[in-house]
């Protein structure tokens, strides 16, 4: 008789400890959150991370593509930009740093330059962290978009998705692309014509919140240009936290100054 009681006082001693672990689990499960929750989330800030941006003009026979490949991260954030610009069939590259000094070094024929960024391309060091580091959509988002949001959600990840029509946000957002993506600044004044007498369509985002985390975001401006011509504008953040030692090579710090290039006198 006493075994028998020993062996249902251990019987009952490991019910009772299996129905505690279970009551602890079940306290440890993680919560869902809300869609206000999980955009609380996407907006931790990040320290580095990869951008595509870009700008698709095409017709229904032709298409010009111009996308700036930008990692970005260090003590004091350097963006390493890879450009490509397609049209005709042809394409072409370069490779740049730019640092906190708006210091442009670029790869020309394995040599490296260093010039102004914005006499290079146009655009600064501080349009750089404002549309890439501290980007609206990511941090400021407007009450429109925060309501046009949609969710899904798969375990802990959670997928954001809208579609807008907001004048105001779709020019707010256009303007950090045009003001960025461009590869000199003949260019970037090309793409601001096309912003000013372009017309707004839409405007799509898609945000993915993995694990407490912003994941990744895309962000697209579709236009139209006459008639006959479509353009979209995109900004597509991801890899973050990859590159938070990211720092420029010494074989371009020990860059050359970039050669001037005269201009041709007008003949009368």
Not at 252 to 264: G, R, Y
Request: hydrophobic share 35%; with cysteine; charged share 20%.
């Amino acid at each position: 008789m006493k075994f028998k009681k020993i062996f249902l006082g251990l019987t009952l001693a490991a019910a009772l400890l299996a129905g505690g672990c279970s009551q602890q689990k079940k306290q440890k499960a993680t919560p869902t959150l809300t869609k206000d929750e999980v955009i609380q989330k996407s907006q931790k800030g990040f320290k580095s991370g990869q951008v595509i941006q870009s700008l698709r003009l095409s017709t229904d026979t032709s298409s010009q593509l111009v996308v700036a490949n930008t990692t970005f991260g260090g003590e004091a954030t350097v963006f390493h930009i890879n450009n490509q610009t397609t049209a005709n069939g042809k394409t072409r590259s370069s490779e740049e740093w730019i640092n906190n000094s708006n210091n442009a070094y670029i790869n020309g024929s394995s040599t490296w330059y260093k010039t102004n960024a914005q006499k290079l391309n146009g655009h600064s060091y501080a349009e750089l962290l404002e549309a890439i580091t501290n980007n609206k959509v990511i941090f400021n988002p407007d009450a429109t978009l925060k309501n046009a949001y949609k969710m899904k959600r798969n375990k802990q990840t959670y997928t954001l998705t809208a579609k807008t029509t907001d004048p105001k946000m779709m020019k707010a957002t256009a303007d950090d692309i045009v003001a960025t993506v461009g590869q000199s600044a003949e260019q970037e004044k090309v793409f601001r014509n096309i912003q000013k007498y372009g017309k707004y369509r839409n405007m799509t985002v898609t945000m993915v919140v993995k694990n407490n985390k912003l994941f990744s975001c895309n962000i697209f401006v579709n236009m139209t240009l006459g008639k006959l011509s479509k353009v979209r504008l995109g900004q597509s953040f991801g890899n973050f936290g990859k590159h938070d030692f990211l720092k420029i090579p010494n074989n371009a710090l020990d860059a050359k100054p970039l050669p001037m290039v005269k201009e041709k006198k007008k003949t009368k």
